[in-house]
C-alpha cells in the first residue's frame, strides 16, 4: 500500500516529459530529449534548429506546468471541499467560484475588452467575491453551518449565472462567441505570464491544504465531534475554503471553467488505495489532477487541427468515469 | 475541589427554558448519572459543559477553569465527550478514529507522530478492541464503536469524561460491557464522569452519584438510595415502579396489573 502510493506520486514525471513530445509542430521525441539533457546537464551541444526550443520552452512547457498546477488545484480544492462538507458530490466550485469567475470574465470580454490582463483579474476578483458572497450569507451568530454555506452557494451560483446571462443577452455576436469559448475552458492561451499570475497562489493554498490534510480528516467528522476533539472549527474551516478558492479561482482564471477534475480525481483515488485518509488522498489527488488534466489537454491539443476546449473533455471523459465507479463500486468509499 | 463545577446554569432554545438553575458538582473518580425522561435536559446539560452551547446564566468550571472562556484545545484536553448519535461520513479506520483524540495535543498543520499513535494503541488496548485496529470503524457494531469512541476520549487524556446515552442502540451484553468499562476507567484514572442512561437500573448498578431531571431542572441528587426511590421515578417518569432487593443489589421493576407474570415457581 504505502509502496504503491508512492509510485503514484511519481506519475506525473513520465507524463510531462511525454507532453513535451505532442503538439501541433512535429518535433522528434529523440531530438525533444536531447533538449532536455542538453538543458539540465552540461553534455556536448548538438545542432538543430532554434525554433524547436522555442517551441518547447515557450509554447509547451508554460502550457504543460499551468496543466499540472490546474490538475493540482482543482483536485485538491475538491478533495478538501468534500472533506469539509462529508459530502461526495462536491467539488471546487461548490461556493460559486465557477460562476462569479465567468461572470466576471464576461463582463471584461464584452464590455470592457482590449485592457491587457483584465479578463484575467475580473474573473479571479469575481471568483473570489462568489465565494465571501456565500460565506457571509450562511454565517449566522458567529456559526457557518456546512448546510448553510451549501444552500448559499447554491444561491450564488444561480444569482451569477444569470446576471451571466444578461450579458450575454445583451452583447453582440462576436463577443458572445468569445464569451461562450471562455466559459467552454482551455489551456490554449498559455504563456509564461499566466504562469507567474497563477501558479504562486495555487503553491499558496496547496501547501495550506497539504499542511491541514490530517486536521481535514477531524473536520470530516462533523462541527460538533471536531470541536470536541479540540479543533476551532470556524476557523479551521475558513482557512482551508480561503485556501481551496485561491487555488479554483486562480486557475479558473486563466483557463475558464474546467468541470469534473475536482468530482473525479479525488474519487478515483479513494477507490485505489481504499483509504478515505486525507494523509493520503489529498496528496494523491494532487498527483492524480495533475496526470489526469495534462492527458486531458494532451488530448486536446492533438486531437484535431482545430483544438478542443479541454473542458469539454475532462466533463466528456469525467462524467461517465463517475458513473461507471457509482455503478461498480455503489457508494462504498461513503459507508 | 471538585474537578466539575457547575452552578446556577440556565440555558434556553429560543424562548423555551430548557435547563433552569442547574447546579452539580462531580469529584475525580466519580461516576455520576443523569437520569430523567425524554426532554428533561440531558444531552442539553452534557453540551452545556462541554461549551458546546452557550449558557444563559451560571458558570461551568472543569478543573477550576471557566468553559465559556476556554479555547477548543485547552478544553478538549480537559473534557472526552463521547457522542450519542454518530453519523460517519467516511470509513476511517478504528485505529485512524482512535488517534482523532490527540488533535488538542497537536498544532494545526502538525500530523499525530509515533507517540500519539503508541497512545492510541495503547487505549485500543484498554477498551479491549485491539483486534479491530484495521477495520472501517463503519462496519464494526455499535457496541464496538462505543467502545473506539470511548477509547478515542481517553487519547485526549482528559480530566473528564461526558457520554451521552453510552448504552443507546446496544445490545444487554454490550451496554453492560460499556458501562463497566467506564466505571473502571473512571476509577483507575480518577476521571470524573458524567453521563446520561435511560434505564433506572443501570444507575443503580454502576454510580456512585445520581442526578433525576426533570423539565431541565435537577430535582433530586444525591447517592443511589437517596435518588433512586418509588416516590421519585414515579413522579417524574410517571409510571408505576417497585424498588426490590437481590443479594444485596436493589433494582427498580414496574409495577401495576398489565404486566405478564413470570413463570418462576
Redesign the interface.
Given at each position: 500500500m504505502k509502496g504503491k502510493a508512492a509510485l503514484l506520486l511519481l506519475v506525473p514525471l513520465p507524463v510531462i516529459v511525454a507532453s513535451l513530445m505532442v503538439g501541433a509542430y512535429p518535433l522528434p521525441p529523440d531530438t525533444v530529449l536531447s533538449i532536455l539533457a542538453c538543458k539540465m546537464f552540461p553534455l556536448p551541444h548538438n545542432s538543430w534548429p532554434a525554433v524547436y526550443e522555442q517551441v518547447l520552452f515557450d509554447i509547451r512547457l508554460p502550457r504543460i506546468i499551468l496543466a499540472v498546477a490546474g490538475g493540482i488545484a482543482l483536485s485538491m480544492s475538491g478533495a478538501s471541499l468534500q472533506?469539509l462538507f462529508?459530502?461526495p458530490l462536491v467539488d471546487s466550485y461548490l461556493l460559486g467560484v465557477s460562476a462569479g469567475a465567468g461572470f466576471g470574465a464576461a463582463l471584461a470580454i464584452a464590455f470592457l475588452p482590449g485592457i491587457p490582463g483584465l479578463v484575467q483579474l475580473l474573473a479571479f476578483s469575481f471568483g473570489f467575491l462568489a465565494f465571501f458572497i456565500s460565506f457571509s450569507a450562511a454565517r449566522t451568530k458567529g456559526e457557518t453551518p456546512t448546510i448553510s454555506l451549501i444552500l448559499a452557494g447554491v444561491i450564488v451560483t444561480a444569482l451569477f449565472t444569470a446576471a451571466l446571462s444578461v450579458i450575454k443577452f445583451y452583447t453582440d455576436q462576436y463577443r458572445l462567441a468569445n464569451v461562450v469559448y471562455w466559459l467552454m475552458g482551455s489551456l490554449a492561451s498559455t504563456g509564461w505570464g499566466e504562469v507567474m499570475q497563477t501558479v504562486p497562489l495555487i503553491l499558496v493554498g496547496f501547501l495550506v491544504v497539504f499542511?491541514?490534510?490530517?486536521?481535514l480528516?477531524?473536520l470530516?467528522?462533523?462541527d460538533?465531534?471536531?470541536?470536541?476533539?479540540?479543533?476551532?472549527?470556524e476557523r479551521?474551516r475558513f482557512?482551508i475554503l480561503i485556501a481551496s478558492t485561491l487555488m479554483a479561482s486562480a486557475f479558473v482564471s486563466v483557463a475558464g471553467i474546467i468541470g469534473w477534475v475536482g468530482l473525479v480525481v479525488p474519487h478515483m483515488i479513494r477507490m485505489l488505495t481504499g483509504?478515505?485518509?486525507n494523509?493520503v488522498v489529498i496528496p494523491l489527488s494532487a498527483s492524480l489532477g495533475a496526470v489526469f488534466l495534462l492527458l486531458a489537454d494532451d488530448l486536446a491539443r492533438s486531437l484535431t487541427t482545430a483544438e478542443i476546449p479541454v473542458g469539454i473533455l475532462t466533463t466528456i471523459c469525467g462524467a461517465p468515469f463517475f458513473m461507471y465507479l457509482l455503478k461498480r463500486k455503489g457508494g462504498?468509499?461513503?459507508? | 475541589m471538585a474537578v466539575i463545577q457547575v452552578s446556577g446554569l440556565s440555558f434556553s432554545y429560543g424562548l423555551d427554558f430548557c435547563l433552569k438553575d442547574v447546579s452539580l458538582e462531580v469529584e475525580r473518580g466519580e461516576v455520576v448519572a443523569l437520569l430523567g425522561p425524554n426532554g428533561s435536559g440531558k444531552t442539553t446539560l452534557l453540551k452545556c459543559i462541554n461549551a458546546l452551547l452557550p449558557v444563559k446564566a451560571g458558570k461551568i468550571r472543569i478543573d477550576g477553569i471557566d468553559v465559556s472562556t476556554a479555547g477548543r484545545a485547552d478544553l478538549a484536553r480537559l473534557v472526552g465527550y463521547v457522542p450519542q448519535s454518530h453519523d460517519p461520513p467516511f470509513p476511517y479506520t478504528v485505529f485512524d478514529v482512535v488517534v482523532m483524540g490527540r488533535t488538542s495535543h497537536l498544532g494545526i498543520f502538525q500530523q499525530p507522530s509515533g507517540s500519539d499513535y503508541a497512545l492510541a494503541e495503547n487505549a485500543l488496548g484498554v477498551v479491549g478492541l485491539s483486534a479491530f485496529r484495521d477495520r472501517p470503524y463503519t462496519q464494526i457494531s455499535g457496541g464496538e464503536r462505543q467502545l473506539a469512541l470511548i477509547a478515542r476520549a481517553l487519547v485526549q487524556e482528559p480530566k473528564v469524561l461526558l457520554l451521552d446515552e453510552p448504552t443507546a442502540h446496544l445490545d444487554f451484553r454490550n451496554q453492560l460491557a460499556v458501562l463497566k468499562m467506564v466505571r473502571r476507567i473512571s476509577a483507575e484514572k480518577g476521571i470524573g464522569v458524567v453521563m446520561s442512561l435511560h434505564d433506572p437500573n443501570h444507575a443503580l448498578l454502576f454510580a456512585d452519584t445520581i442526578a433525576l431531571m426533570s423539565g431541565g431542572r435537577i430535582v433530586s441528587f444525591g447517592s443511589a438510595g437517596e435518588v433512586v426511590t418509588e416516590e421519585n421515578i414515579e413522579s417524574v417518569y410517571g409510571v408505576e415502579v417497585e424498588s426490590i432487593s437481590h443479594n444485596r443489589v436493589r433494582l427498580i421493576v414496574p409495577a401495576g396489573g398489565e404486566l405478564r407474570e413470570s413463570d418462576t415457581g
Open positions: 472533506g462529508r459530502n499542511l491541514m490534510r490530517w486536521r480528516n477531524v470530516s467528522m462533523g460538533e465531534e471536531a470541536k470536541s476533539l479540540g479543533v476551532n472549527v479551521d482557512i483509504t478515505p485518509d494523509r462504498f468509499v461513503w459507508r | -
